[in-house]
């Protein structure tokens, strides 16, 4: 149906052709499209060829008259609620109740003024218009409440009257239409039931509106009942004088589930399926209370296993989930046959990290004699695939009251007690003590200070040349990070680079080294100095960024400097976290013209296999094999191993850790390209590096 301001389709049906014309001329001044038929029979053509808006049906006509026509016309695809105008003569009185019996809308007498039929048509255009769209509006309401599983009910408070949609009916389980409240709630289960009437009856009596939560009966459903939210609110019907509780009903059982399923989601750890972190935290925190309520210890034990990265690097992560699985497996097993039965928790924290709660346990011995127990049964073997794995563990531990009165505290503090045994090995267990209390305290102020270094400018950069081995000139440097506390001077890379990358601000300090380095290569190639490039090693973090290749271009369009002369290295191991991600993360860097280089390379066991996917520039051999080159025939191998493979495949070697002449003069012999120690130069500030090679060119 269109809407009367468009051009409507209006169809005149009369055996007189005058009368045909008169019609056809006062409907088209008002701008209507006119279709005329003489007779029903050629107007039910007409009609099954194009569908008007309105009809105009004259009565009295020769063979098929106008009554028999209406009929057909409703029985017709379309016709059922088309706007049907009848014309009757003023001497046929019966004529109106008969047409409105063969389905005619209206009626219109003859003889006619223009202006009526005019009026006439168009109003019945409007509210044939008004209506079809409540319908369509009514049907598309009771479609949408089944898509959203919505329904609503109208209670007529005077009366006691309740309406109820289908849909509603059909979220409360009904077959036939309620009369009542409790009629709509007949099937809320028995434990609900009693809770949601009251509530009703409470909302009733002070005019409040409310929120439901119940459940019904639901066969085959996940739980055997759906869930049910209910949200009732009293409306003032001015028109009618009456109050009415209008209330909707919606299906929330999947909504329900979800929310169950993300917070068990959210409190557990996806590899293990044990506690995850978060879990630990709130148990403990809690264990904290009930312990100072009743004063009584409890132990948390901090359980990192050893040698996992290596296993994990070399045999990839799905061997290294496996194994962390069957870990948790160990561990829970012996909680379970300890004296703390199902009292005592263990999580997974992430990595190799696990820890135990121990709620009562409070003496040393008591303690060491878990953690003894948790160790031995990691030393046993573990079988994964077609691989036999060989871990152990170092533990923590730390009581309260004794090392902590807080959570944070004691979980920090198990912590610092595992890293002892980490220093000192690994595989054993340390209970918490003062020295550590001082190291703990001392990697806070470390962290916070860390996050204060970048914007108070703290950080500065070191270079290291490298050396083309035959021709003994400088040809380019590596970018180094060093951190220049106020109070503390310079702090080793060894101590805040791993903090920065367990926190990611290693992120945003490679980003401000990326960018320095880019300048003061551009500074160096303006000044005329025989620099080809700078190099800058990359972390695990970055190369996990998506915005990567943005960031380095941006870096280099802001130096002005040429893509060709900055170099990114990444480790081996980094690439061979994930080889598919990082072949075209490498990919597209090389696309924008940077280098690539491969550090520590040789320390990986899928080095070969994989090297050919790698799109790289340079081969960096590992420090440890230069270190042994002239003394261990295994070390002189392997590096003898890489020099010819960079040449087979067409790749730049760099021998890193040059310190002494015999290995320099061994390495250039076996065709190394470039080397780099501190038989050269250690890392310098810039202006250094500057006076180091004016006076190599001098000479």
Known sequence: ??????????????????????????????????????????????????????????????????????????????????????????????????????????????????????????????????????????????????????????????????????????????????????????????????RTLSAFARALDRREGYDLRYRIPEEGGEQGHRWVQEHGEFVQDADAGETLLIGTVHDITEQVQSQRRIQELAFQDVVTGRANRARFTAALEAAVVHAAAVSTPLAVLFVDLD?????????????????????????????????????????????????????????????????????????????????????????????????????????????????????????NVRVFNRSQRDGADERLWLEASLRKALDRGEFELYYQPKIDLQTNQFVST?????????????????????????????????????????????????????????????????????????????????????????????????????VTSAVATLARLKQIGVGIAIDDFGTGHASLRYLREFPVDTLKIDRAFVDGVCKDTDSAAIAEMIIKLGHLLGLKTVAEGIEQEDQRDYLARGGCNVGQGYLFSPPVPAPRLEALLRARLAS
């Open 307 to 427: 040698r996992f990265k290596r296993i994990n690097d070399t045999l990839g992560h799905t061997t290294g989930d496996q194994l962390l699985r069957s870990a948790a497996d160990r561990l829970e097993q012996v909680l379970h046959e300890h004296a703390l039965g199902g009292e005592a928790l263990l999580a997974r924290l992430g990595g190799d990290e696990f820890a135990v709660l121990a709620p009562g346990v409070g003496e040393d011995e008591l303690s060491l004699e878990l953690a003894r127990r948790l160790i031995a049964a990691l030393e046993v073997p573990f079988v994964v695939g077609e691989y036999e794995l060989v871990v152990s563990a170092s533990v923590g531990i730390a009581r309260y009251p004794i090392d902590g009165a807080d959570a944070e505290t004691l979980l920090r503090r198990a912590d610092a007690a595992m890293y002892e045994v980490k220093d000192s090995g690994g595989n």
């Open 478 to 578: 590596e970018a180094l990070i060093r951190w220049r506390h106020p109070e503390r001077g310079l702090i080793s890379p060894g101590w805040f680079i791993p903090l920065a990358e367990e926190t990611g601000l290693i992120v945003p300090i490679g980003e401000w080294v990326l960018k320095q380095a880019c300048k003061q290569q551009a500074a160096w190639m303006a000044m005329g100095l025989p620099l080809e490039s700078v190099a800058v090693n990359l972390s695990v973090k970055q190369l996990s960024l998506r915005n990567l290749t943005g960031l380095v271009q941006q870096a280099l369009d802001d130096a002005h400097l040429p893509a060709d002369a900055l170099e990114l290295e990444v480790t081996e191991s980094m690439v061979m976290r994930d």
């Open 1 to 194: 149906m269109r809407a009367p301001e468009t051009l409507a389709h209006v169809l005149v049906i009369d055996d007189d052709p005058g009368m045909r014309k008169m019609l056809g001329a006062a409907l088209r001044r008002e701008a209507f499209v006119v279709d005329e038929a003489a007779d029903g029979l050629s107007a039910l053509e007409r009609f099954r060829q194009q569908v008007p808006d309105l009809i105009v049906l004259d009565v009295q006509m020769p063979g098929m008259d106008g009554f028999a026509t209406c009929r057909a016309l409703r029985s017709m695809p379309g016709g059922r609620t088309l706007p049907i105008m009848v014309m009757t003569g003023s001497d046929e009185p019966d004529a109106v109740a008969r047409a409105y019996e063969a389905g005619a809308t209206d009626f219109i007498s003859k003889p006619f003024h223009p202006r009526l039929l005019q009026d006439r048509v168009r109003f019945l255009l409007r509210a044939v218009g008004a209506f079809e769209r409540l319908r369509r509006s009514e049907r598309h309401l009771a479609i949408a409440q089944r898509i959203a599983r919505l329904g609503n009910w109208v209670l007529e408070l005077s009366a006691g009257r309740l309406e109820c949609s289908g849909e509603a009916m059909r979220l409360m389980g009904l077959s036939v239409e309620p009369r009542t409240y409790a009629d709509l709630h007949q099937h809320v289960l028995a434990d609900d039931r009693d």
